[in-house]
């Protein structure tokens, strides 16, 4: 069983929807949850970072952990076509320990 | 241009060949790694170097062989390539172990 499980899609949505994307993880040691946006072709590049559980917010994004139910999601409002990645969920145990990524989301935000 | 850089950014070759990917970081970043994505996008850890110090080294075949020659840069080479080396290699760096991780553009292996 892999420690970090994400839906690797393809989702497609139109232009202004909200978009869910969502992990599961297995190890209750894990603390540090982001997620990575990786545009095809390109590296990944940190979108969000958040401590333990709670919602944080940033712009048109919204990243929400639940440690109760191990579970975490990244909510974007209003999807533009430039959303259109590859979004990638990623848990750490202990600042500086290795990071664990789910297998990514492909997204595609039809105009 | 501050950023991770990698090179080559395409890389064919043939099984059994050794091969090796540059990266080099001017960030001023004491932490580097190298993480290996597969076809269906999924990232691992291969190595984490701190100050030129190897500090995590996840399963991977000895074939792989990091080297720092100095904390901006950490190469990777691979002995015998085999088919199932083919991925995209993606370097990063970050402040310390904990801070984020800036990812260069990767390189994609392909072994024939």
């Known amino acids: 069983q892999k420690e970090v499980e994400q839906d690797p899609g393809p989702l497609s949505v139109p232009e202004g929807a909200i978009v869910s994307l969502n992990c599961t993880y297995s190890?209750?040691?894990?603390?540090?949850f982001m997620w990575y946006r990786q545009y095809s072709r390109k590296g990944p590049e940190l979108l969000m970072y958040?401590?333990?559980?709670g919602n944080k917010e940033d712009g048109r994004f919204t990243a929400q952990v639940d440690k109760s139910s191990k579970y975490i999601s990244l909510f974007i409002r209003d999807s533009q076509p430039s959303d259109s990645a590859t979004y990638l969920c990623?848990?750490?145990?202990?600042?500086?320990?290795?990071?664990?990524f789910g297998e990514g989301t492909q997204l595609t935000v039809n105009p | 241009d501050t950023a991770v850089s990698q090179t080559p950014k395409y890389l064919v070759t043939q099984m059994g060949n050794d091969k090796s990917i540059k990266c080099e970081q001017n960030?001023?970043?004491?932490?580097m790694y190298w993480y290996k994505q597969d076809s269906k996008k999924f990232l691992k850890i291969m190595f984490s170097?701190?100050?030129?110090?190897?500090?995590i080294n996840e399963t991977v075949p000895n074939r792989f062989s990091p080297k720092s020659p100095d904390k901006a840069h950490l190469n990777l080479h691979i002995n015998s390539l085999e088919l199932g080396d083919s991925a995209v290699y993606f370097c990063?760096?970050?402040?310390?172990?904990?801070?984020?991780?800036?990812f260069g553009p990767g390189t994609r292996l392909t072994v024939l």
């Open positions: 990063a760096s970050s402040r310390g172990g904990g801070d984020t991780q800036y």
């Open positions: 190890n209750s040691a894990f603390q540090y």
């Open positions: 958040t401590y333990s559980s």
């Open positions: 990623a848990t750490q145990e202990t600042s500086g320990s290795r990071l664990t």
């Open positions: 960030l001023g970043h004491d932490t």
């Open positions: 170097y701190n100050n030129k110090e190897l500090i």
